[in-house]
């Protein structure tokens, strides 16, 4: 079982920036692929950054060069950078986790980014 716990988030204004982190303490961090997904009302949940367990990142193409994925696999902590953000960055951002041998996706709870304009 992997239990994620996030924080971070809030109120920024356009061109802010914002950190998030998730945190799993269980012993599978270190070998389980993570990401961050987003929703907004209406709208499916999308995939904007994931990181390999070793270290390999990818970006859905609206955040490359504004957000940054990262790990610590020590303290079990993946974060998301996200510089100059938009209000289109406004979302319910969601940490997930894919077991290395299930193949399994756990979520996080959920942390609300607000971006006005």
């Known amino acids: 079982q992997v239990l994620l716990v996030e924080s971070g988030g809030g109120l920024v204004q356009a061109g802010g920036s914002l950190s998030l982190f998730c945190e799993d303490p269980?012993?599978?961090?270190?070998?389980?692929?993570m990401a961050w997904y987003r929703q907004v009302p209406g709208k499916q949940r999308e995939m904007i950054a994931q990181?390999?367990?070793?270290?390999?990142?990818n970006y859905k193409d609206s955040v490359k060069g504004r957000f940054t994925i990262s790990r610590d696999n020590a303290k079990g902590i993946v974060s998301l950078q996200m510089n100059s953000l938009k209000p289109e960055d406004t979302a319910v951002y969601y940490c997930?986790?894919?077991?290395?041998?299930?193949?399994?996706?756990?979520w996080g709870q959920g942390t609300q980014v607000t971006v006005s304009s």
């Open positions: 997930n986790a894919v077991d290395f041998w299930s193949a399994t996706q756990f």
């Open positions: 269980g012993s599978s961090f270190s070998r389980n692929t």
């Open positions: 990181i390999t367990n070793v270290g390999k990142a």
